[in-house]
């Protein structure tokens, strides 16, 4: 090969460097949220209308029945973003909740952190209900059935050797219908103050309760992935005193094939933007980069991981990139 022959190709190589087409944000995203009445719903469109203005992604919300088919759907690249609680994305990763059939959703990864999920009953205070224990041989709504209170809470009846008949559907209707007497007590977690929790309290003479030391380490030994919760007196008007419970924290999640850039970007601006975040929504004051290493399995999107250890937060080691 001549000289002036190798120096051409040379020249149209870099030629073709240079006409490498930039990277392409995405124009448009959808995110899964959860049922109307309980905090995905209306975080999720808080968090939407951040990443539309700060990103210039036109992100939409879709209605889920919660944090099981927001995996099912990122996972297989149906939506780009979802929200779980970590619970439910440990039956995931290992594929040992019934609802996965055994299927291990190894694709998903985690962006950031939300908030935490306690756990917490009401009943009507004419019912004379105080607390879970009087739950046996009664009818419960425990919200959508792919939810975390939906998925969990037939467990936590079972660890406690209780029985109960487990009525299913959004928050807003279980809300409803134990105004209407059609249910004994209404089980429920989202971050707080959940909303239809807010409105009963507002609308009806209602009680809340939540479960015993002795009952919550019965849980706990079974489930694990539960982690010590409060629930703050004046959390609800008609809640006298602070709630010891449990809970599961919430973590947004992509696909492990979302661009490098595109998780960075949407992880940043969630991160920095908390004040808006919980202008819309109060259990956004946990929506911080600290509270990521609140994940202790799931991997991180290596877009978030360069955010959080850009700004020196530690992550576990086990949810670092490969």
Known sequence: MTTIRR????????????????????????????????????????????LTDKTGIQVSTQQTQGPNQN???????????????????????????????????ENI??????????????????????????????????????????????LIFEALNMKATIRNGQGADMGGQLGDGI??????GAGLPIPIFSQLDNEKEVVFFTWTDAEMAAIRK??????????????????????KTIGLYNFAIAHKDMDEKTAYDITKAVMENNAA??????????????????????????????YFREKGVALNPATLPK
């Open 7 to 50: 120096g051409l190709l040379a020249v149209a190589a870099v030629a073709l460097i240079g006409a490498a087409p930039a990277f392409a944000q995405p124009k448009t995203m959808t995110l899964g949220t959860a049922s109307v009445g309980g905090t995905y719903f209306v975080y999720g469109g808080v968090m939407a209308k951040i």
């Open 183 to 188: 249910l004994d007590a209404f089980c429920f």
């Open 222 to 243: 079974k489930m694990p992935e539960f982690s010590e919760s409060m629930i703050p007196k004046a959390t609800y008007k008609q809640q006298a005193g602070d709630q």
């Open 109 to 154: 990864r985690a962006l950031f952190p939300m908030y935490d999920t306690p756990l917490q009953c009401m009943a009507m205070k004419k019912s004379g209900i105080t607390s879970f224990k009087q739950l046996d041989g009664k009818t419960v709504g425990v919200g959508p059935r792919a939810g975390t209170p939906g998925t969990y809470l037939p």
């Open 71 to 105: 995996v099912i759907l990122v996972d297989d690249k149906k939506i780009e973003l979802g929200m779980t609680t970590m619970g439910v994305a440990l039956q995931a990763w290992t594929g040992q909740g019934d609802w996965t059939k055994g299927k291990k959703f």
């Open 277 to 306: 975040m919980v202008q819309g929504h109060e259990a956004a004051k946990e929506t911080i980069a600290a509270n990521a290493n609140r994940n202790g399995f799931l991997t991180f999107h290596p877009g978030a991981a360069r």
